[in-house]
């Protein structure tokens, strides 16, 4: 379990995240929505104490950070580094042997070409992939489904029920609502920085109206479109 | 045009301040950083020192010919040919002004007229070609940095090589120096904090890692050159390792160095502190445990130790 209270965090004077308090219980996947610069990757990346912060971050497992995994929006990859390198890599850093990393490639990735060449999709199943073969406890995806293709994405949405079935904690953002309502068991809110609403599954169609609605308002009539 | 090698300027000089170095002074020191590079060169080298100089050259001016910053050139500007051919020959100067002073006239031509013709090169993808490393199983940095220098150790062998042939010891010596130079360069690069954090080590623990990987890995790549410059000038063979063992302490220091300013680049600090270790280095005695101590503050951070 993953326990916030509390939590603020400040770039300079601006005050990006304001009194988060939310438990991240195991086996359930969690979905954080709200708009671009609301504080969704912030919140991700104090979880996994990259960021300095005000307030409480516990958690069960003894030290989060050695069990998490943690996939960004924009996976950084080094110039020359190979797919299959970069596996190596991060399963090094947590001590995982890894006999057959060929086997294990479920999206066919060109594993023996440089990571930096791939495609947005592609970066982002091999991050997923990396992330995947250490063996973690609990998970954070930061848009896990941008720009994965459809046949792709069909196989994240399996694998993040599958980490549910495994007992595992997942936290996902995603700017594709059918993502997050096919995958989560909650769904949070996050409004410049607060946190403005909680919503269990049975909620989550009443959910997508209301963002619907405040979302749009009436902006598309703004545009005058003929 | 003339905006464009204005804002060149400002990023230089941007890149001084970043160092904590005062403008002026970072070009009085570049300047004589490479006078003594090009004297050493020449001293050490005396029969290949112009075509390895030569190569330096063109090596600094192939830096410019990336095919995105060349279509990026391309599209903003009209007079692009007129503006690369500026921008290699700016480069080139200081090779060409040494030759000059060095009475290796012949060269000054070849060096232009190469420099001219390297505006026309690009690199593209098609150069991206994935080039295989003996060291994949602990990426990444000798696999990235062997990749992208693998062909100074061809040279360099050829070097140790040229100095059994000729018998000149300090030749032999410059070859160790460029493979370990070359090395070094591997710790430049400051990695993405992930590529830190992701670690499941202690402070301590990663910092010893770094530095087992790094010493086997240069030892391996030397370990041709050391061989055979013990078995040709058994006699020096003792310098030959002192000369090893200063080599592998300079890159112990500067990976503490690289993290104990991470997650920021080296500062002036870090750089005068392995300046003086170059010029004494019996002062490596006391920067290492410097450098540990200030790596370990730092990395604790991060790998929440």
């Not at chain 2, 005396?46 to 030569?54: C, F, I, M, P, S």
């Not at chain 2, 903003?76 to 690369?84: D, G, Q, T, W």
């Not at chain 2, 690069?189 to 670690?199: A, I, L, M, T």
């Amino acid at each position: 379990m993953i326990k916030i209270e509390n939590l603020y965090k400040y770039y300079g004077k601006k005050e990006v995240l304001k009194d988060i308090n939310i438990s991240f219980e195991k086996g359930k996947i969690y979905g954080v929505v709200g708009e671009n610069g609301s504080g969704k990757t912030t919140l991700f990346r104090c979880i996994a104490g990259l960021e300095k912060h005000k307030g409480e971050i516990s958690s069960d497992i003894e030290k989060l950070k050695n069990s998490l995994g943690l996939l960004f929006t924009e996976p950084y990859f080094f110039s020359k580094i190979t797919g299959k390198e970069y596996i190596q890599l991060l399963s090094n850093a947590r001590g995982v042997k890894l006999a057959n990393i060929e086997e294990k490639n479920i999206f066919d990735l060109p594993l023996n070409e440089y990571a930096s060449s791939y495609s947005t999709g592609m970066k982002k199943k091999l991050g997923l992939l990396a992330v995947l073969l250490q063996e973690n406890d609990c998970y954070i995806f930061d848009e896990p489904f941008n720009g994965v293709d459809i046949q792709s994405n069909i196989i994240v949405t399996e694998i993040i029920h599958k980490l549910k079935e495994l007992g595992k904690t997942v936290i996902m953002s995603s700017h594709i609502f059918s993502t997050l309502s096919d995958t989560c068991d909650e769904i949070y809110m996050l409004d410049k920085g607060e946190l403005v609403k909680r919503v269990l599954k049975k909620d989550f169609d009443e959910l997508e109206k209301e963002m619907k609605l405040v979302t749009i308002g009436n902006k598309i009539e703004m545009l005058n479109l003929k | 045009m003339k905006e464009y090698f204005l804002l060149q300027y400002k990023m230089t000089n941007r890149k001084f301040v970043k160092f904590g170095i005062p403008i002026v002074i970072g070009y009085i020191l570049l300047l004589f950083g490479f006078i003594w590079a090009s004297e050493y060169l020449f001293s050490k080298t005396t029969v290949l020192a112009k075509y390895l100089y030569l190569l330096l050259g063109l090596f600094s001016v192939s830096k410019l010919s990336n095919r995105g910053r060349n279509d990026f050139l391309k599209s903003y500007f009209k007079e692009y040919n007129k503006l690369r051919i500026i921008e290699n020959c700016i480069v080139i100067f200081p090779f060409v002004a040494y030759f000059l002073y060095k009475g290796i006239l012949l060269f000054i031509p070849v060096i232009i007229i190469l420099a001219i013709l390297m505006t026309l090169v690009k690199f593209n993808r098609a150069f991206n070609y994935t080039i295989p490393t003996p060291f994949s199983k602990y990426p990444f940095e000798f696999s990235v940095g062997f990749r992208k220098t693998f062909y100074i150790f061809p040279i360099a062998y050829y070097v140790a090589y040229e100095s059994i042939i000729v018998g000149n010891f300090n030749l032999g010596l410059f070859s160790i120096l460029l493979i370990y130079a070359v090395m070094l360069s591997y710790y430049s690069y400051v990695e993405n904090e992930y590529y830190v954090w992701s670690y499941k080590l202690s402070a301590k623990d990663f910092l010893i890692r770094k530095i087992k990987t790094g010493v086997y890995y240069s030892v391996l790549l030397s370990a041709p050159v050391v061989f055979a410059l013990g078995v040709s000038f058994y006699k020096e063979l003792e310098l030959i390792l002192s000369f090893l063992l200063i080599s592998i302490c300079f890159l112990v220091t500067i990976i503490l160095a690289k993290y104990s300013a991470y997650p920021n680049k080296m500062n002036l600090s870090q750089g005068v502190l392995i300046a003086l270790g170059v010029l004494v280095p019996p002062i490596f005695i006391g920067i290492i445990p410097y450098f540990y101590l200030e790596s370990i503050k730092r990395l604790k951070n991060i790998l929440h130790d």
